[in-house]
T-cell receptor, first 113, second 118 residues
Framework: KNQVEQSPQSLIILEGKNCTLQ??????????LRWYKQDTGRGPVSLTI?????NTKSNGRYTATLDADTKQSSLHITASQLSDSASYIC????????????FGAGTILRVKS | DTGVSQDPRHKITKRGQNVTFRCDPI?????LYWYRQTLGQGPEFLTY????????KSRLLSDRFSAERPKGSFSTLEIQRTEQGDSAMYLC????????????????FGEGSRLTVL
């Protein structure tokens, strides 16, 4: 079964600290992996998209990594800010089934001052 | 504004009533998706369109749900005889699908339509 598991479920960190969110998937055959940021009550906003051949991709203070062999991805946030408080959703695209997107449940991050 | 637009943003209705949500995708995006999201969960796929053709419907989409995308532009999602379990955020997203058939197009989401069924 195609699944995306994210950990931790929630995380609280102090402003200025770094953190890493994890995503494990069983989606096969793999097409690409995306990370989205979703503020409370808003729609998700894309942070990164990585294909099979990409190991790392950065978007400002956000850096995503991908290990297609172990089917794991991480999202590292550097020097966190209060505005980083949101849900971070990992999404994997499956090449079959019409390139269906499989969503994780998200990690809720809260940055405290 | 060139983003994905959804209307209404909030809808409160009584059980048994019909509701309709509208989504205006980014112009020239040929794919349009509908998702449902409940608190603490990721979005769940409902259906998607390639231009005006509805290519896939999830088993989550019961007979009470219907979606249309006439002329391949805006889309509507109608829920008939609403039930309390329909309370959720309904998200619309659009993307530009390349000719290769691989879904590498970035997905742009709207702000969602939050439905509360009393």
């Amino acid at each position: 079964k195609n699944q995306v598991e994210q950990s931790p479920q929630s995380l609280i960190i102090l402003e200025g600290k770094n953190c890493t969110l994890q995503c494990n998937y069983t989606v096969s055959p793999f097409s690409n992996l995306r990370w989205y940021k979703q503020d409370t009550g808003r729609g998700p906003v894309s942070l990164t998209i990585m294909t099979f051949s990409e190991n790392t991709k950065s978007n400002g203070r956000y850096t995503a990594t991908l290990d297609a062999d172990t089917k794991q991805s991480s999202l590292h946030i550097t020097a966190s800010q209060l505005s980083d408080s949101a849900s971070y959703i990992c999404v994997v695209s499956c090449m079959e089934y019409g390139n269906k997107l499989v969503f994780g449940a998200g990690t809720i991050l809260r940055v405290k001052s | 504004d060139t983003g994905v637009s959804q209307d209404p943003r909030h809808k409160i209705t009584k059980r048994g009533q019909n509701v309709t949500f509208r989504c205006d995708p980014i112009s020239e995006h040929n794919r349009l998706y509908w998702y449902r999201q409940t608190l603490g969960q990721g979005p769940e796929f409902l259906t998607y369109f390639q231009n005006e053709a509805q290519l896939e419907k999830s088993r989550l989409l019961s007979d009470r749900f219907s979606a249309e995308r006439p002329k391949g532009s805006f889309s509507t999602l109608e829920i008939q005889r609403t039930e309390q379990g329909d309370s959720a955020m309904y998200l619309c997203a659009s993307s530009r699908q390349g000719t290769s058939g691989r879904n590498t197009g970035e997905l742009f989401f709207g702000e969602g339509s939050r439905l509360t069924v009393l």
